[in-house]
């Protein structure tokens, strides 16, 4: 497949099957990973964690549930939200993924904000290879965010993360429920100016 064509069949699923990725498409994924640049190729300063257990996932969402709750602010960052059930059961920030790789960098002030450049160019590098695989995935930032702004709620340590390491985003990746299509590519979305 090339370029533009991948591009037209990446999007964001936000519905997976129970079904587990191959461990060969987790290869392909992970060596996607590495294969991207990292700013002052300080690899060495990106950790990654790949989560299958639906029990570490069911953790890290607990924060998730809970910050859900506040409509308000909910409301401001979503605009309208579906009347449902927001029990832990009914709301799960990972859409059913069975697979979340989650993507951590070195704490530094050396370079700063250069962790979030290279987190969100692993996890997009990671995102075009799982479309080509035709799996589906979404960046996942919701469940990290709530357990920031929910300190009690923080489980973050049961990513087993190296030590001055903190996860910065992360992606689910599954099969979808519905199979990826290809969509037109426009542009248009982002404001452009010429010099």
Same mark, same amino acid.
């Given at each position: ?28 994924? &992970? ?54 059930? &927001? ?47 035709? &799996? ?16 009690? &709620? ?42």
């Amino acid at each position: 497949m090339d370029y533009f064509e991948l591009l037209r069949y990446r999007q964001s699923t936000r519905k997976f099957t129970e079904e587990q990725i191959s461990q060969n498409d987790l290869s392909d994924i &992970l060596a996607a990973a590495n294969s991207t640049p990292v700013g002052s190729n300080l690899y060495k300063d990106i950790h990654l964690t790949v989560v299958q257990s639906r029990d570490v996932l069911n953790k890290l969402s607990k924060a998730a549930v809970k910050r859900w709750e506040d409509k308000a602010k909910i409301k401001k960052i979503v605009g309208d939200t579906p009347d449902v059930d &927001l029990s832990q059961k009914a709301f799960d920030p990972f859409y059913g993924a069975q697979t979340v790789i989650f993507v951590s960098h070195r704490k530094q002030d050396l370079q700063p904000g250069i962790e979030f450049s290279n987190a969100a160019c692993i996890t997009y590098s990671m995102h075009l290879a799982a479309a080509n695989l035709g &799996l589906g995935s979404v960046f996942m930032w919701y469940a990290l965010e709530s357990m920031r702004e929910i300190p009690e &709620l923080d489980n973050t340590a049961v990513l087993s993360l190296p030590d001055d390491f903190e996860p910065l985003i992360g992606i689910a990746i599954g099969h979808p429920a519905t199979k990826l299509s290809a969509r037109d590519l426009k542009t248009g979305k982002i404001s452009i100016n010429y010099l």
